[in-house]
C-alpha cells in the first residue's frame, strides 16, 4: 500500500466553474491510499485534501483571498479551469505559500474584450430563461467524443451546475471575465509545476497549455488522450499519477508514494 513517510501534505484543490468538491472524488478515492485520515495515529502522514468553496465571490482576487485564509501555511495548489484562474492569483499574492502546483484545463491569458462582452452578455441572457447549467453544444465542446454519451459523467456535471444554480453562475462568470493576465507572472515562478490538458478540449486548447508550460522553469507539461476539458473525471487515473508524481519532486523517502496506481 502507497505511503508517505514524511510530514503531511496538503492538496488544495480549485474547482471549475459549475463545479464543487465532487469535481475531485474520483481522484480522491484513487488516493484513498495515501490519504491522512482524521483521528490518525500521531506522525501518521499522507496527502489531506482542502477543497474550498468558489461558489459566493464574483472576483478572483476575492476567491483567492477566500482560499488563503481556509488553506494551511503551506500547500500543493491545483487548479482547474476557473480554478487555474484563481490559483494564478493565489500565486500573484502568496506564492511562497505554494510548494507545488497543478494547472490543469485552463490559461493565463485574459479574455480580449470581446469574449467578456460574450460572456457577460451570457449572464444577462441566462436571467430571462429557465436556467441550464450544461447544454448540448457544450458537452460537445468539453468532452472527448468517447466520453460524449456517459450518462453518469453527464448526470454529474448537470447535477453539480442545477445544484450551485444561476446566481453562482453570474458570480463566477463575472469573475471570469474580469480576471488580468498572468503571463508575465509565471516567467517568474520556480517550483515544481504540471500543466496538463485534455486533448480533446475544444475550451481551451492544449497549445494555450503549451504555451503556460514553456513559461514556467521547468514545468512539465502533460497531454492527455482520452479526455477533454474534464480530465480530473474523464482521466482520473492519469490526473492522480501526474499529482503523486509532482508531489514526490523534490521529496526524499517518498519514493513509496510514485507506486501508486493510477489503473
Not at 56 to 71: E, G, H, K, W
Not at 125 to 146: C, S
Not at 203 to 213: K, L, N, W
Not at 222 to 241: D, M, N, R, S, T
Amino acid at each position: 500500500m502507497p505511503t508517505l513517510e514524511q510530514a503531511p501534505v496538503s492538496v488544495v484543490f480549485l474547482s471549475g466553474m459549475l463545479a464543487d468538491h465532487r469535481m475531485w472524488q474520483p481522484v480522491i478515492d484513487l488516493l484513498g491510499p495515501c490519504l491522512k485520515q482524521s483521528g490518525g495515529h500521531p506522525g501518521t502522514s499522507g496527502i489531506m485534501p482542502v477543497i474550498p468553496d468558489l461558489s459566493r465571490q464574483d472576483d478572483v482576487v476575492a476567491m483567492a483571498r477566500a482560499v488563503l485564509d481556509q488553506a494551511p501555511e503551506r500547500f500543493v495548489l491545483v487548479g482547474m479551469s476557473m480554478g487555474g484562474y484563481v490559483a494564478l492569483e493565489i500565486l500573484r499574492m502568496a506564492h511562497e505559500r505554494v510548494s507545488h502546483l497543478m494547472l490543469v484545463n485552463t490559461r493565463a491569458t485574459a479574455d480580449d474584450p470581446a469574449t467578456q462582452r460574450r460572456r457577460l452578455l451570457a449572464r444577462i441572457a441566462g436571467r430571462h430563461q429557465p436556467f441550464q447549467g450544461v447544454n448540448d453544444a457544450m458537452l460537445d465542446d468539453m468532452l472527448h467524443p468517447d466520453h460524449r454519451h456517459d450518462d453518469d459523467l453527464i448526470g454529474l456535471l448537470s447535477d453539480m451546475a442545477e445544484d450551485l444554480g444561476q446566481d453562482v453562475f453570474t458570480r463566477q462568470i463575472t469573475a471570469v471575465a474580469h480576471r488580468p493576465d498572468s503571463m508575465d507572472m509565471l516567467r517568474g515562478l520556480e517550483m515544481p509545476c504540471c500543466v496538463m490538458a485534455g486533448a480533446a478540449d475544444r475550451v481551451i486548447s492544449p497549445a494555450s497549455h503549451r504555451e503556460m508550460a514553456s513559461a514556467i522553469i521547468g514545468a512539465k507539461m502533460i497531454e492527455v488522450a482520452g479526455a477533454g476539458h474534464y480530465v480530473p473525471l474523464e482521466q482520473p487515473g492519469i490526473f492522480a499519477k501526474a499529482l503523486i508524481d509532482l508531489i514526490d519532486q523534490g521529496r526524499t523517502g517518498a519514493g513509496d508514494l510514485a507506486r501508486l496506481s493510477a489503473d
